[in-house]
């Protein structure tokens, strides 16, 4: 009977770890059995290629350039949308007619498919038409080829990330903070403390596991962004923006 009870929770988890395996596993081993390959849509078959592939990119300008693109977007980005969503986390917690409002006007970007949010950007930072030079050119400013500049193009890459994917780490914020248990706060308040000091020592401090775990989602989707990218710049001007999931489609695709 014991021996059945300790297999019990196993059999529970059964179902979700062939999933894993069929959705996950597989298609990674896959893709390792063909880095192995000499493999293009061009080409009739597949070749094995022993660690040539792997000797080219790693001695390949291009793919290190994009290695850093990737990196430095996920930094920033992963940055600016811990900082943030943790600020609409805070004032999403607060409980009132309008802030139910706003819990749901700042889950509007994250609804929105990435490619459909890349076009929007890719539209307000047009050269002729965008609305962002429209409103520099109110101020006295003359027009910015935002997407034409290699030196430019990352900004936009980077604000259309953080406007749709914060939202996503504001959540995660608000459901650690709706576990906080409320005697805490009402505790700082007869002790006399701050909001500052009831967000270090009280917040901070329990929100870092809640934080931690949006981060490291953010971070494996960043890494691995693809449309977004693909769609606002195309991985220009000249590469500037070439993340590392771009260059691949390229490789392979084109």
């Known amino acids: 009977m014991i021996l059945r009870k300790t297999k019990l929770p196993y059999l529970?988890?059964?179902?979700?770890?062939?999933?894993?395996?069929?959705?996950?596993?597989?298609?990674?081993?896959?893709?390792?059995?063909?880095?192995?390959?000499n493999a293009k849509l061009i080409l009739p078959e597949?070749?094995?290629?022993?660690?040539?592939?792997?000797?080219?990119?790693l001695t390949h300008s291009r793919f290190w350039y994009s290695?850093?693109?990737?990196?430095s977007f996920t930094f920033?980005?992963?940055?600016?949308?811990?900082?943030?969503?943790?600020?609409?986390?805070?004032?999403?917690?607060?409980?009132?007619?309008?802030?139910n409002l706003?819990?749901?006007?700042?889950?509007?970007?994250?609804?929105?498919?990435t490619v459909v949010t890349a076009r929007m950007w890719q539209w307000i930072f047009d050269y002729n038409l965008g609305i962002a030079n429209y409103l520099l050119q109110g101020i006295g400013i003359d027009q910015i080829n935002w997407l034409g500049k290699p030196w430019l193009a990352f900004f936009p890459m980077i604000i259309a990330d953080v406007w749709k994917t914060t939202p996503f780490v504001a959540i995660i914020v608000l459901a650690?903070?709706?576990?906080?248990?409320?005697?805490?706060?009402k505790a700082s308040l007869v002790d006399?403390?701050?909001?500052?000091q009831r967000l270090r020592y009280i917040f901070l401090p329990l929100l870092l596991p809640v934080l931690?775990?949006?981060?490291?989602?953010?971070?494996?989707?960043?890494?691995?962004?693809?449309?977004?990218?693909?769609?606002?710049?195309?991985?220009?001007?000249?590469?500037s923006t070439e993340t590392v999931s771009v260059y691949a489609y390229k490789l392979f695709f084109l």
Request: with cysteine.
């Open 176 to 185: 650690g903070l709706s576990a906080i248990p409320h005697e805490m706060y």
């Open 212 to 239: 931690g775990v949006a981060i490291l989602f953010r971070a494996i989707d960043a890494m691995r962004i693809f449309d977004l990218v693909y769609v606002l710049t195309g991985g220009g001007p000249g590469g």
């Open 102 to 113: 706003l819990r749901i006007l700042i889950l509007v970007p994250w609804t929105i498919p």
């Open 67 to 71: 290695l850093f693109i990737t990196l």
């Open 12 to 37: 529970f988890l059964l179902p979700g770890i062939i999933l894993v395996l069929v959705f996950n596993f597989i298609p990674f081993l896959d893709t390792l059995i063909l880095s192995f390959k």
């Open 76 to 99: 920033v980005s992963i940055s600016l949308e811990a900082i943030l969503g943790l600020c609409l986390g805070l004032m999403m917690n607060r409980l009132s007619p309008v802030n």
């Open 192 to 196: 006399g403390a701050n909001g500052w």
């Open 46 to 57: 597949e070749r094995f290629a022993g660690i040539v592939n792997y000797q080219v990119i």
